[in-house]
């Protein structure tokens, strides 16, 4: 069992680093965001070898990247298949490869809005500090338009983490 644990534990991870990269770049090609060069040429990399031939079977429609959302999916399927040797049933590996996959969406925003905060704070003339602000944009409009600045203070990236916690305790709730 404790050969399985650390096994997880290097496919997790492995699982995450990957994941996230393809979550990233079909958000960046949804939005319509270019990132700086050195975060496209890592994403763009890391993630060729799968997204280009999935790309054969699921074409960009509607001016997303199916074939990177899909390989995200099936990244989390592969990692979550580690459980098979663990005696879990085909059909509770696919639902907690589907919770799994939700999860790291909403992490994944919850990552980009603290990165933006620490950008704010820390030095908010940074390279990379537009790329995250056109990233955060679409969560944070909605947010913006029924949320008024308190003196002069922004509080939408505030509330916007509070609503991916919020939809992070649903999700927790339906799967359980």
Same mark, same amino acid.
């Not at 644990?5 to 079909?26: E, K, P, Q, W, Y």
């Not at 060069?37 to 031939?53: E, G, I």
């Not at 905060?117 to 995250?132: C, D, E």
């Given at each position: 069992?404790?050969?399985?644990?650390?096994?997880? *534990?290097?496919?997790?991870?492995?699982?995450?680093?990957?994941?996230?990269?393809?979550?990233?770049? +079909?958000?960046?090609? @949804?939005?319509?965001?270019?990132?700086? /060069? /050195?975060? #496209?040429?890592?994403?763009?990399?890391?993630?060729?070898?799968?997204? &280009?031939?999935?790309? &054969?079977? !699921?074409?960009?429609?509607?001016?997303?990247?199916?074939?990177? %959302?899909?390989? @995200?999916? %099936?990244?989390?399927?592969?990692?979550?298949?580690?459980?098979? +040797?663990?005696?879990?049933? +085909? =059909?509770?590996? $696919?639902? $907690? #490869? *589907?919770?799994? +996959?939700?999860?790291?969406?909403?992490?994944?925003?919850?990552? %980009?809005?603290? !990165? =933006?905060?620490?950008?704010?704070?820390?030095?908010?003339?940074?390279?990379?500090?537009?790329?995250?602000?056109? *990233?955060? =944009?679409?969560?944070?409009?909605?947010?913006?338009?029924?949320?008024?600045?308190?003196?002069?203070?922004?509080? /939408? *990236?505030? !509330?916007?983490?509070?609503? %991916?916690?919020?939809?992070?305790?649903?999700? =927790?709730?339906?799967?359980?």
């Amino acid at each position: 069992m404790l050969v399985l644990s650390i096994v997880m *534990l290097i496919v997790d991870t492995v699982a995450v680093l990957l994941g996230g990269v393809l979550l990233l770049r +079909f958000w960046m090609q @949804a939005i319509r965001v270019r990132p700086p /060069s /050195s975060v #496209a040429q890592f994403t763009f990399q890391l993630s060729d070898w799968l997204v &280009r031939p999935m790309r &054969r079977i !699921v074409p960009g429609v509607g001016g997303y990247d199916w074939a990177s %959302l899909l390989g @995200a999916f %099936l990244i989390v399927v592969l990692a979550t298949s580690v459980r098979w +040797f663990a005696g879990y049933p +085909f =059909e509770l590996i $696919m639902l $907690m #490869a *589907l919770h799994r +996959f939700l999860q790291w969406i909403l992490y994944g925003f919850m990552i %980009l809005l603290v !990165v =933006e905060a620490i950008f704010s704070w820390v030095n908010p003339h940074a390279p990379l500090a537009p790329f995250v602000r056109a *990233l955060n =944009e679409p969560i944070l409009k909605p947010v913006r338009r029924v949320v008024p600045l308190v003196g002069n203070l922004d509080l /939408s *990236l505030l !509330v916007a983490l509070v609503l %991916l916690q919020v939809a992070q305790i649903v999700l =927790e709730m339906i799967f359980r």
